[in-house]
């Protein structure tokens, strides 16, 4: 049971470039998340979803896209990468929103804008 | 939104019991008590929860104080492997996305 799968692990991107942070999860999990971690600091909530074709924001969302086409895969999209963007990602699943479902953490993409 | 205070650092040997304290003073009746724990370099990992009875896992103890203003995470035993940032958080019954997770508190596991 692989759990939430995150990919890639590590990138680099320069300040304009575009890239999709990939999150797939295979246990049939109803809700889907995107946290960003930065040195010293908690999670923070970019985007949510809780089940496919319905996403909304959390408390950072600008600069972020999301979509959710199946239950398995939530990628987060980075337009236009900025150096305030330089964090680690991390996708979240759980199995049902409405309720108190634990939830299950990937182990993260720490991105690098320069 | 309810928030929880935590110690910023605390230390534990191999093989004792620890207490992680949080307080909560503004907790609502519907607030259940969420523990999440983040080792190095991996993603935050749930440890227990609960909403006004003491609770059990196979991972850890979670007691609450009577008035539910406060609670500990209990590790019977602790080990290396126990020793990261610890989260003690506030959730409503349902909305995962209102979990807040605030800066924590990192433990360290002395050999």
């Known amino acids: 049971n692989a759990g939430v799968t995150q990919t890639p692990k590590f990138q680099v991107l320069k300040t304009g470039q575009s890239m999709t942070l990939q999150c797939a999860q295979d246990m049939n999990h109803e809700y889907m998340s995107w946290y960003r971690q930065d040195p010293g600091m908690g999670l923070r909530l970019i985007h949510y979803?809780?089940?496919?074709?319905?996403?909304d924001q959390g408390e950072v969302p600008n600069g972020y896209n999301v979509s959710r086409s199946t239950t398995e895969d939530f990628p987060l999209r980075l337009l236009s990468a900025a150096p305030s963007q330089t964090s680690v990602y991390f996708c979240?699943?759980?199995?049902?929103?409405?309720?108190?479902?634990?939830?299950?953490f990937g182990n993260g993409t720490r991105l690098t804008v320069t | 939104d309810a928030k929880t205070t935590q110690p910023n650092s605390m230390e534990s040997n191999e093989e004792e019991p620890v207490h992680l304290p949080c307080n909560h003073s503004?907790?609502?009746?519907?607030?259940?008590i969420h523990w999440y724990r983040q080792l190095p370099s991996q993603g935050p990992e749930y440890v227990i929860h609960g909403l006004t009875s003491n609770v059990n896992n196979r991972m850890a103890s979670l007691a609450i104080a009577e008035d539910r203003k406060s609670s500990t995470l209990i590790l019977h035993r602790a080990t290396l492997r126990d020793a990261a940032v610890y989260y003690c958080i506030l959730g409503p019954q349902g909305g995962s996305e209102k979990l807040v997770f605030g800066k924590g508190m990192k433990l360290t596991v002395n050999p």
């Open positions: 979240a699943s759980s199995y049902s929103h409405t309720y108190n479902s634990p939830l299950h």
């Open positions: 503004t907790i609502s009746g519907t607030d259940y």
């Open positions: 979803s809780v089940g496919a074709g319905i996403t």
